[in-house]
């Protein structure tokens, strides 16, 4: 799924969850079209409520893969098509906002290169408690997640640090400074997170 996208629905999570309802075609629609599997239609369905289902769907959606979010919208039209339009809308007036780096102050050159483990301690003393996202966003598990946390439990910068260095040496040279820098715009946050971190 395009950052664009995941940011989309993480800003509009809870509008989203108050608007429309998982029990009606949408679950059943994006499992025909193989979005989600059985396994993740059940782990919705077994929430307690509706609004819960959808914010399940909600975290699920992001990890499917490209179709995701264009099958969410079809799926949408179905039932709730001014929600569809609102979310269109919105993503018309979020695309340069989201997917520009001018504002982030890093040259193309920097954009391309791989960042070095000292340039990621840097940006991990900078990231708050949104660095998870920004991990699973990178395309950390949530066990890799966890095991970050757990082999470091005194030291939340050593847990992003590890977290980084994984993604990184799991990714090797397609682990570029652009990948993260989507993925910290997908975090919402600010790029004065990146002040002095790629001197």
């Given at each position: 799924m395009e950052p664009q996208h995941k940011y989309i629905l993480r800003k509009h999570r809870l509008d989203l969850s108050s608007n429309i309802s998982t029990d009606d075609t949408i679950v059943q629609y994006l499992y025909?079209?193989?979005?989600?599997?059985?396994?993740?239609?059940?782990?919705?369905?077994?929430?307690?409520?509706s609004k819960k289902r959808t914010l399940m769907l909600l975290d699920i959606l992001p990890g499917r893969g490209p179709k995701a979010f264009g099958k969410f919208l079809e799926a949408l039209e179905m039932e709730y098509p001014w929600v569809q339009e609102k979310l269109l809308q919105r993503l018309d007036n979020n695309a340069v906002q989201i997917t520009g780096t001018d504002h982030w102050a890093v040259s193309e050159s920097v954009l391309q290169s791989v960042p070095s483990e000292r340039q990621l301690n840097r940006l991990a003393g900078r990231l708050g408690p949104e660095w998870e996202s920004v991990l699973l966003?990178?395309?950390?598990?949530?066990?890799?997640?966890?095991?970050?946390?757990?082999?470091?439990?005194?030291?939340?910068?050593?847990?992003?640090?590890a977290g980084l260095v994984l993604w990184k040496q799991r990714i090797g040279r397609r682990a570029t400074v652009q990948s993260l820098v989507q993925s910290l715009q997908a975090a919402e946050l600010h790029p004065s997170v990146l002040d002095q971190v790629f001197l």
């Open positions: 025909q079209e193989e979005i989600l599997t059985l396994d993740h239609v059940e782990e919705i369905q077994a929430q307690s409520s966003d990178l395309g950390l598990s949530a066990e890799d997640v966890y095991r970050c946390r757990a082999n470091h439990p005194l030291a939340v910068q050593s847990q992003v640090l």
